[in-house]
């Protein structure tokens, strides 16, 4: 079946650096991702929506030159954290779509922790 | 707009009983609806969706799930429980642009 891969799965960085979470659609073409940001005990919160080859569309409150995304093919979405805060430390899911009515199938996650 | 509810934070659930997670949607238009299963500090595995067709829809690990027109419902649904079906549960409605509209999830513990 559809697998999207996320990595990496666990990062530590420290205040005021970058970083960079890739999610890749394994085994199929999505013009679009999505990528969440999970509190623990919470649902998940939308932060944008990724379309191949055009800039990302972001919710409210979600801070576009914080978090960067860039979705250069059809296969790759990538969201950077730049210059993080502890304030930033949660859980990154991101998820694709394989085609319409199709499920959206979800990377495993990365837990960021800023210290 | 399109909205989700997930009435209950938490369902306890005796190993071998059947469970129950609550689902009420409120859409305009047909709903696309989905259940999707997160382990701890792991991404979200799809369980089943609702299109169109029977509304007894079955799913993966056993799960099915009834739509319920009237009562705008889609609860989650399995006959026995095992204790590796503790996790965290979400009920979504899709939006046409994929986008889905998450509940706020339901934490089920199956106790052995």
């Known amino acids: 079946g559809a697998v999207v891969s996320q990595h990496p799965s666990r990062v530590i960085c420290k205040s005021g650096t970058s970083v960079k979470i890739e999610c890749r659609s394994l085994?199929?073409?999505?013009?679009?991702m999505f990528w969440y940001r999970q509190f623990p005990k919470q649902s998940l919160m939308l932060m944008a929506t990724?379309?191949?080859?055009?800039?990302?569309?972001?919710e409210q409150g979600v801070e576009k030159d914080k978090f960067l995304i860039n979705h250069a093919s059809l296969t790759l979405s990538t969201l950077t954290v730049t210059s993080a805060h502890p304030e930033d430390s949660s859980f990154y899911i991101c998820?694709?779509?394989?085609?319409?009515?199709?499920?959206?199938?979800f990377g495993n996650g990365t837990r960021l922790t800023v210290t | 707009a399109q909205s989700v509810a997930q009435p209950e934070d938490q369902v306890n659930v005796a190993e071998g009983n059947p469970l129950t997670v609550k689902c009420t949607y409120s859409?305009?238009?047909?709903?696309?609806l989905f259940w999707y299963v997160q382990y701890p500090n792991r991404g979200l595995q799809f369980l089943l969706k609702y299109i169109t067709g029977d509304n007894l829809v079955k799913g993966s690990y056993g799960f099915e799930a009834e739509f319920n027109k009237s009562q705008t419902s889609f609860h989650l649904k399995k006959p026995s429980a095992l204790v590796s079906d503790s996790a965290l549960y979400f009920c979504a409605v899709r939006e046409s642009n994929y986008q889905l509209i998450w509940g706020a999830g339901t934490k089920l513990i199956i106790k052995p």
């Open positions: 085994d199929f073409q999505a013009t679009t």
């Open positions: 859409v305009s238009g047909n709903p696309y």
């Open positions: 998820s694709a779509a394989g085609g319409s009515n199709s499920p959206l199938h």
């Open positions: 990724s379309n191949e080859g055009s800039k990302a569309t972001y």
